[in-house]
């Protein structure tokens, strides 16, 4: 398993087609060596609500996949 940084580097988000799409971004990025940083999951942001996951990848970055509900 990777050391990570005590300081992740950069945050980057995807938009993801479904929730399904982030349950499949997650669990691909654990077996390929990542960490997760969040469940998949529902998470309030400021003005609205979304289905995201985050992990860590190998270098310390976050990377978030998430989707919003259909309007």
Sequence with gaps: MATLPANPGAHVALRARSEDAVRAFHAAALAAGGVSDGEPGPRQAAMT???????????????????????
């Design 49 to 71: 609500t979304y289905f995201g996951a985050f992990i860590l990848d190998l270098d310390g970055n976050k990377i978030e996949a998430l989707s919003f509900p259909a309007a």
